[in-house]
């Protein structure tokens, strides 16, 4: 068989009637018109995020303010449970004192920080009269000794999460081990 060859006379003509170019066109502006959609809603979600960011409480302007806080229905003995009796009781003694430190957190930001903080601002020395920074004080020993006791329970907080981590992390051989604990790491959050 012969391979027949075309001959140079027999070339196809290329017909530029400008549908690419049309189609080209059309294409563009599909695309343009795709990119305005698009732009007008990041701009609409732009906005409304805008508006749900700026909205800070403001005592002056607000004198109300809804603290909105998920509730757990269960509780902390219903959230552990596995089939290793050991384990169960390894995490329940540390998910204790982690809700222990959460709530002695949460009491010294409300109870104690602003007095602590605040005390004996707003007055100075040449406006107090004699006998004021006196009273002053004394109205102050009531608190002082709240934060006494609150020290004294964080101390002992403290302690026993140590002590815990410790009977956790024994290293003695003739102690025996309540669980193993070689590779494990405490994860911070």
């Not at 329940?92 to 104690?112: R, S």
């Not at 403290?158 to 956790?168: E, G, I, R, S, W």
């Amino acid at each position: 068989m012969a391979v027949e060859t075309l001959s140079p006379d027999w070339e196809f003509d290329r017909v530029d009637d400008g549908s690419q170019k049309i189609h080209a066109e059309v294409q563009l502006k599909n695309y343009g018109k795709f990119l305005e959609e698009y732009t007008s809603q990041l701009r609409r979600i732009e906005d409304a995020l805008d508006d749900s960011i700026g909205d800070v409480w403001d005592f002056n302007l607000d004198p109300i303010a809804l603290k909105l806080l998920p509730y757990e229905q269960s509780s902390l003995l219903e959230l552990i449970k596995t089939e290793n009796k050991v384990l169960n009781k390894v995490i329940t003694v540390y998910a204790a004192l982690c809700c222990e430190i959460k709530k002695l957190k949460y009491e010294a930001e409300t109870k104690f920080y602003n007095g602590l903080l605040f005390y004996g601002e707003g007055a100075t020395d040449s406006s107090m009269v004699e006998g004021d920074c006196q009273i002053q004080m004394g109205r102050f020993i009531s608190f002082l000794q709240e934060l006494s006791c609150f020290v004294t329970r964080c101390y002992e907080v403290v302690m026993n999460v140590v002590h815990q981590l410790a009977v956790l992390y024994i290293n003695n051989k003739v102690a025996p081990k309540i669980i193993e604990t070689t590779g494990v790491h405490f994860q911070v959050f």
